[in-house]
């Protein structure tokens, strides 16, 4: 009775262990050569999607993921491999709007608003990627995030048949980053139940002409 106990136990254990190693595994091939770290090489598209964040913390410092974000997508625009911004984000309450927040940043970094684009609606990666093939009629994007996000976002573009490619924008090392790539792992297997159920992004809207 022990032996069944204990070779069950195993069993919960390994499952979600292989689930994690496998989704991981995945989503890595599926981007590799899809993402670039300096702008010499990435190919020219016409629209940058940079995937929304808060812009501080929680003890009100910046959030550095934010700052390297609008970093990449200023030096894209500048080396003009993007032509416009779509800032897909949260914007769940009047108090909270991922989207103008980068916008109001953006334009204090030279990008003219008429430029800018918001999603308010990019609730999460998979409402970013899908609204912006339906919503805003993009075939091609360049994903503007860390590298981790970016590949994330690469292969549910390529399931919902949006072809990307990532700009990577600086990253955390050590004990920094530990908690965002840690929920990055269950964010991938979450990108798989996803493609199970057919998950749907939470609004739709009127099409938007990126012009």
């Given amino acids: 009775m022990r032996k069944k106990i204990y070779i069950s136990i195993c069993i919960l254990i390994a499952l979600p262990l292989l689930a994690i190693f496998c989704s991981n595994s995945v989503i890595k091939n599926a981007a590799k050569g899809k993402t670039y770290f300096t702008v010499n090489n990435i190919p020219h598209n016409k629209v940058g999607l940079v995937l929304g964040t808060t812009n501080k913390l929680t003890n009100g410092s910046p959030n550095p993921y934010y700052v390297h974000r609008i970093n990449a997508t200023v030096a894209l625009y500048q080396a003009k491999k993007i032509d416009y911004v779509l800032v897909s984000g949260d914007n769940g309450t009047k108090y909270y709007n991922e989207p103008d ?111």
Avoid: C, W
């Fill in 101 to 211: 927040t980068f916008k109001k940043e953006l334009i204090k970094q030279g990008i003219p608003e008429e430029k800018i684009f918001l999603d308010f609606a990019g609730f999460r990666t998979l409402d970013s990627m899908v609204r912006a093939h339906v919503i805003f009629g993009l075939n091609n994007v360049t994903v503007i995030s860390q590298k981790f996000h970016n590949e994330r976002a690469i292969y549910i573009a390529d399931k919902k048949g949006l072809t990307a490619v990532g700009f990577n924008a600086k990253d955390l090392d050590g004990k920094a980053g530990l908690k965002v790539q840690t929920r990055e792992y269950l964010a991938r297997v979450k990108v798989f139940l996803d493609i199970i159920f057919n998950t749907e992004p939470k609004f739709y809207g009127e099409k938007i002409v990126i012009e």
